[in-house]
């Protein structure tokens, strides 16, 4: 293939991956075409929908994918589902390139008797509708005085942050409000925190660990021993230096209290039909014994959509590699799709960056074998029930939250996707 004409690229998923992708491929190749595929009317995947509502910084990363779209060569096409609208192999006839970036979604399921009681929940219960991403909100209402939270990387922190934080807390945010009014009307009043790694083994983040002690009226409890020969320096030694900081804090009449149970493990979810206890098992002393609680939060990680239409009989993609994320020249993957959920925002543009190198090494040594011209996004037209979402479209859709946004928040999201596209194809 010659390298001096425009490509067709196409970009399955604008989260995160998928526009660090296309930003990578468009920064050496600023002429090619590079159309971003997304099956929900608004951009930006994970960015919206899955990073806590407080942490609005992180979320800021979407002003610079802004920029991206901007550009006249750069289409993001939204509310196209591939494998449903648009079969993979119908991408693959109108694009040069296709790479997939559709990331793992669904909270993986904690597999221990008792997993579907009622009162057992998955984090992205909570995540995606304190995001907007579903009007459900009847779960935080139904949470109780005593919650197990059941995990120990970052998305569990997420969950406790929420748990333990009041209304102002929330400020500057763009937290779903009838969701906090929920919660808050009945909010926590002990978090037991399980952890099956040591606190040296753990995957939370020191950093996320500290910010929980700006938190007022949270009293913390841990049951690590104390290890005195640990390299300083070490992302275990401040893992401790984090959380003895927050047990020496001293909470006169807390609000909540918030124990961290390391090297512990759930067994079973006891109950009848709703939960009322955990069966679990500290690996150190090999006690088991049984606690209390009005209700559970998994938070122990995401896997693929097997449902998905985009897999079937693509079932191989699902697979999770550290190596190239070239399946064959001309077909591509990345970000949690090709590693698995796990690694942070930063994590996935190397990821995206890496596989980009990829793709320019086999358009520049001529590995995709194909010389007929491709008509990318508008060979494709005719397939589609409904004309795409467009990014100058989102753009009026995302100014209308703005506009929307109630005192001490930075927008008002729509929730369900067909609203986003009628305030997104209507222009008052």
């Not at 409000?177 to 399980?194: H, Q």
Request: hydrophobic share 40%; proline share 3%.
């Amino acid at each position: 293939m010659t390298t001096d004409k425009p490509l067709q690229i196409a970009v399955v998923g604008s989260g995160p991956s998928g526009c660090f992708l296309a930003q990578a491929l468009n920064r050496k190749r600023p002429d090619d075409i590079i159309t971003v595929f997304d099956q929900l009317a608004a951009p930006y995947g994970l960015i919206r929908y899955g990073v806590a509502t407080d942490h609005q910084q992180t979320k800021s990363i979407t002003r610079q994918f802004d920029r991206l779209f901007a550009k006249e060569n750069v289409k993001f096409a939204g509310n196209i589902e591939i494998g449903a609208d648009i079969k993979i192999e119908d991408l693959r006839e109108q694009f040069d390139v296709v790479a997939l970036a559709t990331g793992r979604p669904n909270a993986r399921q904690l597999d221990i008797p008792g997993k579907d009681l009622d009162g057992v929940y998955t984090a992205a219960d909570l995540i995606y509708s304190l995001n907007s991403f579903r009007g459900k909100t009847d779960v935080f209402s139904t949470l109780g005085e005593h919650i197990v939270l059941v995990g120990g990387g970052n998305v569990a922190l997420d969950i406790l942050r929420f748990l333990i934080k009041e209304h102002t807390d929330y400020d500057g945010s763009d937290v779903n409000d009838d969701a906090l009014e929920a919660y808050l009307g009945a909010p926590v009043k002990t978090v037991t925190v399980l952890n099956r790694s040591s606190i040296d083994e753990a995957k939370s983040d020191s950093a996320m660990l500290r910010e929980l002690g700006s938190i007022e009226g949270v009293r913390f409890t841990s049951n690590h021993a104390p290890e005195e020969d640990l390299d300083e320096k070490s992302a275990a030694a401040r893992r401790r230096s984090a959380v003895d900081s927050l047990v020496d804090t001293q909470t006169s009449a807390p609000r909540v209290e918030v124990a961290f149970r390391f090297s512990t493990a759930p067994e079973q979810f006891l109950g009848q039909d709703t939960l009322e206890g955990i069966q679990i098992h500290e690996a150190e002393t090999q006690l088991r014994s049984e606690i209390y609680a009005d209700s559970a939060i998994t938070a122990v990680g995401f896997e693929a959509d097997d449902k998905s239409p985009i897999y079937k009989g693509h079932e191989d993609l699902m697979r999770i590699t550290e190596d190239s994320g070239r399946i064959e020249p001309g077909f591509y993957r990345t970000g949690w799709l090709k590693r698995g959920a796990v690694g942070t925002i930063p994590a996935n543009r190397a990821c995206a960056q890496g596989v980009a190198k990829e793709i320019l090494a086999d358009i520049d040594e001529n590995r995709i074998h194909d010389t007929a011209e491709k008509s990318g996004l508008d060979g494709l037209r005719h397939r589609l029930a409904e004309e795409p979402i467009s990014f100058s479209q989102w753009v009026l859709a995302n100014e209308k939250e703005l506009n929307l946004a109630d005192v001490n928040r930075i927008r008002k999201k729509f929730v369900g996707q067909r609203d986003i596209i009628a305030q997104a194809t209507t222009q008052n």
